[in-house]
């Protein structure tokens, strides 16, 4: 399967404890996002890096998000200290950015958290 | 700020009826708008519009942009069970994608 891959596909954690996603992208893309979504919304963007460069973090981002890109291939998300209100969908996709051109962004199956 | 609204949110046909849904935005430094389709888990892609009044087509779905009156459509003919799923808009701006909160379609048989 060389799609986006996204790991686990399900976590359950208590409040308060640390959780760690994993996305590994179409090999060739060298943009990746973040996205957050819960029942009847839209996606909701959170971070995209470019290989391995951060580019933008939403304002809405609690510091107990961080995201990284060591080596420009895969990325990890961690929620610290994970509250109720985390409980979502945790969305990743990659692409292909050519400059002025750009290819459309393919998504991995999620990671759905479930904070109790 | 950067805004992608759709409409309706929710509508519900039968099999074999026309439906359009709407995606209308208001951003700064536009490049494209997709449509994704959205079943159970993660979106999949349907269209990427640049260009203004250039329809594009896949089977009995078909989009076009309005880039003067910031907005498109996209048109599903001879509707099918199949096709029930939440429709994302988004805006590719700045390198990230803006959603909209999505049009939730049910088909009935």
């Known amino acids: 399967d060389t799609g986006v891959s996204q790991n686990p596909r399900h976590k359950i954690t208590k409040r308060g404890q640390n959780v760690t996603f994993r996305c590994d992208p179409i090999s060739e893309h060298n943009r990746l996002y973040w996205y957050r979504q819960t029942l009847g919304q839209g996606p909701e963007f959170l971070t995209y890096f470019q290989n391995e460069a951060q580019l933008e973090k939403s304002r809405l981002l609690s510091d107990r998000f961080s995201a990284e890109r060591p080596k420009g291939s895969f990325s990890t998300l961690e929620i610290q200290r994970t509250e109720q209100g985390d409980s979502a969908m945790y969305l990743c996709?990659?692409?292909?950015?050519?400059?002025?051109?750009?290819?459309?962004?393919?998504f991995g199956q999620g990671t759905r958290l479930t904070v109790v | 700020e950067d805004k992608v609204v759709q409409s309706p949110l929710s509508l519900v046909v039968h099999e074999g009826d026309t439906v359009t849904l709407n995606c209308s935005y208001e951003v700064t430094n536009f490049r494209s708008l997709l449509w994704y389709k959205q079943e159970k888990k993660a979106p999949t892609f349907l269209f990427m519009l640049t260009s203004s009044g250039i329809e594009k087509k896949s089977g009995r779905l078909s989009s076009i942009l309005d880039k003067k009156e910031l907005f498109s459509i996209l048109n599903i003919t001879a509707t099918q069970t199949g096709d029930s799923a939440i429709y994302l808009c988004a805006v590719l701006i700045r390198g990230k994608l803006i959603f909209g909160q999505g049009t939730t379609l049910q088909v009935k048989p």
């Open positions: 996709a990659s692409s292909l950015d050519r400059g002025r051109a750009n290819t459309e962004a393919f």
